[in-house]
């Protein structure tokens, strides 16, 4: 089973699944931040980095220095509400 995410995870994920479906695209760091109000960019890094960690997300690249769009929605928040 999935780990539960944070009302901050929640949030970031909800953002670049909402991101996905408008655009088509992964988003970047910077309009995550604008998607959800955090302030720095270290702030929706390190949450990225958490949610890989738990299985919601890949990552192309290691750690915070990832690529920006290099992102793949593995375990959308609309599935882990249908799981619950």
Avoid: W
């Avoid at 750690?63 to 290099?70: D, E, L, N, P, Q």
């Amino acid at each position: 089973m999935i780990e539960p995410l944070t009302p901050a995870q929640r949030r970031i994920m909800v953002a670049i699944c909402d991101h996905v479906q408008r655009r088509h695209e992964v988003p970047s760091v910077r309009e995550i931040m604008a998607a959800t109000g955090i302030g720095y960019t270290n702030g929706v890094a390190d949450t990225l980095v958490r949610l890989e960690r738990k299985g919601y997300i890949k990552r192309e690249g290691k750690g915070r220095f990832a690529k920006s769009r290099g992102l793949t929605i593995l375990f959308s928040v609309v599935e882990e509400r249908r799981q619950a």
